[in-house]
């Protein structure tokens, strides 16, 4: 089930990202809000509109770390899905649609083979798929387009430091050595990845022809999955995530 939302949403984002004509840019709109009634559902998120007023815009933000005040309970619900199915696709045995956050404790009640994350330094860290990073590099260019003063994110060069660290190459041997890379996240939480990131473009796609508050609310959807995805991998403390207590 996840597999088709991940491959309907999919490919809407490609069909979008080609779109010129005025009346298939208006389909992008619409596109990203069915997306979000499908996001809200495997996020067990309220989608309905939120009485919170933001207390910040997006276009202000310029420094990391970012703020998380702007997170209402529907941005939270996403960020904490895609943070329990980042650490799914690294600690084996783990559900990444568990309601509550992951944190050290739910190994003790998990059958766990493999364990592809690292503790150290000021957040825990650990990977993703190949498709999953590409994604977030080019979305994340995509944002630096659009928020022209925001502090620049130097993705890439995170990837290949994190490449040579000793946690991340011991992990790697590991994976290729037991042939287990297609078995470690057992619940579809790789196609869920997937799902949100697309979710994300879609967002992107419809701020770029948006303005005001519309602009507003939907580069937040896509920060809600951006700032999880990129600060698990990059292990710097760049995002204050509102829903991580556990490290």
């Keep these: 089930m996840i597999s088709i939302l991940s491959g309907a949403l999919s490919n809407l984002v490609d069909a979008s990202s080609l779109c010129e004509e005025k009346s298939?840019?208006?389909?992008?709109?619409?596109?990203?809000?069915?997306?979000?009634?499908?996001?809200?559902?495997?996020c067990m998120a309220d989608n309905a509109p939120s009485n919170q007023k933001s207390t910040t815009n997006v276009e202000s933000w310029r420094a990391f770390p970012l703020p998380f005040s702007w997170q209402n309970g529907f941005h939270e619900k996403i960020s904490l899905r895609a943070y329990n199915m980042c650490v799914?696709?690294?600690?084996?045995?783990?559900?990444?649609?568990?309601?509550?956050?992951?944190?050290?404790?739910?190994?003790?009640?998990?059958?766990?083979?493999?364990?592809?994350?690292?503790?150290?330094?000021?957040?825990?860290?650990?990977?993703?798929?190949?498709?999953?990073?590409?994604?977030?590099?080019?979305?994340?260019?995509d944002i630096s387009s659009i928020l022209k003063d925001m502090e620049t994110l130097p993705f890439d060069l995170h990837l290949e430091e994190r490449s040579k660290e000793s946690w991340y190459e011991k992990a790697m041997k590991i994976i290729e050595k037991d042939r287990i890379g297609d078995s470690i996240s057992l619940y579809g939480e790789d196609d869920g990845i997937s799902a949100l990131l697309s979710f994300s473009k879609l967002s992107i796609l419809a701020a770029q022809s948006s303005d005001g508050v519309e602009k507003d609310e939907l580069l937040k959807l896509s920060f809600s999955v951006l700032l999880p995805v990129v600060r698990w991998i990059k292990r710097l403390h760049f995002y204050t995530f509102v829903c991580v207590h556990g490290f």
């Design 88 to 141: 799914a696709c690294c600690v084996s045995g783990f559900s990444g649609w568990e309601p509550s956050e992951f944190n050290l404790e739910s190994l003790y009640s998990s059958d766990v083979n493999f364990f592809g994350i690292t503790l150290e330094g000021a957040c825990v860290a650990g990977f993703l798929p190949q498709s999953a990073t590409t994604a977030i590099g080019e979305q994340w260019e």
């Design 24 to 42: 298939l840019v208006d389909l992008i709109q619409v596109g990203s809000m069915k997306a979000r009634h499908l996001i809200s559902t495997i």
